[in-house]
Every structure is written in structure tokens, then in C-alpha cells.
């Protein structure tokens, strides 16, 4: 098994436990902020291996996350619609509108 069927497992799972939880997932600014500031250390070839080793974590949850998001769509409701923006709007007894 690869690490990425992996995480495709890993991310089946998550995405039938709460569809629109998981679709709705981001990242804090924070943690944003900080995996800019690798990715800008990276480009300027200013990294440490340590911090080398952290955005390859973050970059590894990230991509889990997205897979995870892809997949949730299947198991919500089918009258839900989902947004790239992260929020899904539906009819009926389906989710809420947020």
C-alpha cells in the first residue's frame, strides 16, 4: 500500500463521518501564516531541515484534508449543492443554509 492509498482510506472515512463538517475545514490564519512563511523560506532556499520537515507535514495534512473534502461530497444529501467557498446550501430536509 502507498501512502497515498493511505490516505485515500483515511479520507473515505472522514468524509462519511460529517460531510459538511469536513467540507467546511480551513486552515486557522495562523497556520497559514506559517506555512507561508515556509514556503517562502523554501523558494529562498533559507529553510532548515527541521522546518523542511514541518511543511512537508503540513503539505501531507493538507492534501489528506483535500481528499478528504472530495470525497464528502458523495455522501451529502442530493438535493445539497457544494461551493468552493466552503459552504453548501441546500433544499429540503437536506442541510442548513449557512
Not at 497515498?4 to 472515512?13: G, K, N, R, V
Not at 529553510?47 to 520537515?53: F, K, M, N, R, V
Not at 503539505?59 to 451529502?76: G, P, T
Request: with cysteine; proline share 4%; aromatic share 8%.
Amino acid at each position: 500500500m502507498t501512502v497515498t492509498q493511505a490516505f485515500d482510506d483515511i479520507a473515505e472515512i472522514l468524509a462519511q463521518l460529517d460531510p459538511q463538517k469536513i467540507a467546511e475545514l480551513h486552515a486557522a490564519p495562523e497556520l497559514s501564516l506559517r506555512v507561508e512563511e515556509l514556503v517562502n523560506k523554501k523558494k529562498e532556499a533559507l529553510i532548515t531541515p527541521d522546518e523542511s520537515i514541518e511543511l512537508e507535514r503540513y503539505l501531507a495534512l493538507d492534501m489528506l484534508i483535500n481528499m478528504a473534502k472530495a470525497r464528502a461530497v458523495v455522501y451529502w444529501p442530493h438535493e445539497c449543492v457544494y461551493f468552493s467557498f466552503g459552504k453548501a446550501v441546500c433544499s429540503g430536509s437536506g442541510f442548513k443554509s449557512l
